[in-house]
């Protein structure tokens, strides 16, 4: 920022002749700029800039700059990584931090448990190969609604979830028959040793598929899993809803019409969920 844009952006707040005589330029000089017309950069800038704007909203306040210049080259702008995060920076506009996870299903430890299979191997090389599976809450003003999900390790995408206000082994074989009903059985299913999962309901769900479960309070087991749940939280639930139907329809909103379709992941080369499998299997 040049000593003249420095002025114009505090003059409301000081005297111009007295930010003239410490910044020594001279008030005339000043002026001179002021009517001066804008250069092409500058109203190059001003039109990203309004574009960066536009973008940071849609993605609720959450893309940084990397997340921002790959969306403005899907529409065609151009403009280099660092003028993006630059322009950034003079706008104000940073991504929300992301809130820790809470572990949220219940120790199951007299249940049968599998082994971790998975071994935090968080690679596949097709759809159905890997399937995390993990429950969360979302905090509302009428009491918890809880969030059962399954997401698919290939694209990162989210093939199953339910919801509910009791936390139940329904719950979890809701989002499951959900998943399979659209998906078919996965290759591998992993989750945590909570009695949700190690259910006879459940695991009924699940004959021929390879089971895989994390260790006791080992939560990196389910690393994927938990970042998906921290997205959510920081992106949609970053306060408690009005009522659980307010919750339930933002959640649904989140996943089906903004995670699955439209969230750039970096890992998926700035692809969302949707987008990297029809890319990727196409």
């Given at each position: 920022?040049?000593r003249?844009?420095?002025i ?5 707040r ?16 000043f002026?001179?700029?002021v009517?001066?017309p804008?250069s ?7 039109v990203?800039a309004?574009?960066?704007?536009a ?20 529409e ?12 950034m ?7 929300r931090?992301?809130k ?9 430890q007299?249940q049968?448990?599998?082994?971790n299979?998975l071994a935090k191997d ?14 969360t809450?979302?905090a509302?003003?009428?009491?918890w ?14 093939v ?12 979890p074989?809701a989002?499951?028959n ?7 059985k996965p ?9 949700q ?6 695991l009924a ?25 921290g997205?959510?939280?920081t ?6 809803f ?7 329809l ?19 080369g700035?692809?969302s969920?949707?987008?990297f499998?029809?890319?990727m299997?196409s």
């Amino acid at each position: 920022m040049s000593r003249y844009q420095f002025i114009a952006t505090q003059r409301k707040r000081w005297p111009v002749s007295r930010m003239c005589a410490v910044l020594e330029v001279s008030v005339s000089g000043f002026y001179d700029w002021v009517k001066r017309p804008p250069s092409g950069r500058a109203q190059a800038n001003q039109v990203l800039a309004a574009q960066i704007v536009a973008i940071h909203r849609h993605s609720r306040q959450t893309y940084g700059y990397l997340r921002i210049h790959a969306q403005l080259q899907r529409e065609g702008a151009r403009a280099g990584k660092h003028r993006v995060a630059r322009l950034m920076r003079q706008l104000g506009l940073h991504p929300r931090q992301r809130k820790r996870f809470r572990r949220t299903t219940q120790p199951g430890q007299r249940q049968p448990v599998a082994p971790n299979v998975l071994a935090k191997d968080f690679t596949a090389s097709r759809p159905n190969e890997k399937w995390l599976v993990d429950i969360t809450y979302i905090a509302t003003r009428e009491g918890w609604l809880y969030l059962a999900g399954v997401l698919d390790v290939f694209s990162r995408r989210i093939v199953g979830w339910s919801m509910s206000d009791r936390l139940d082994r329904s719950l979890p074989c809701a989002a499951l028959n959900m998943a399979l009903e659209q998906r078919g059985k996965p290759a591998l299913h992993h989750s945590d040793r909570g009695s949700q999962y190690t259910s006879a309901d459940y695991l009924a769900l699940l004959k021929g598929v390879t089971l895989s479960m994390s260790g006791v309070d080992h939560c990196y087991d389910n690393a994927m899993k938990e970042s998906f749940w921290g997205k959510l939280k920081t992106e949609c639930a970053d306060r408690p809803f009005a009522s659980r139907a307010a919750a339930r329809l933002a959640v649904f909103e989140y996943v089906e019409l903004w995670y699955n379709r439209q969230r750039l992941h970096s890992a998926l080369g700035y692809l969302s969920p949707v987008d990297f499998e029809l890319a990727m299997t196409s």
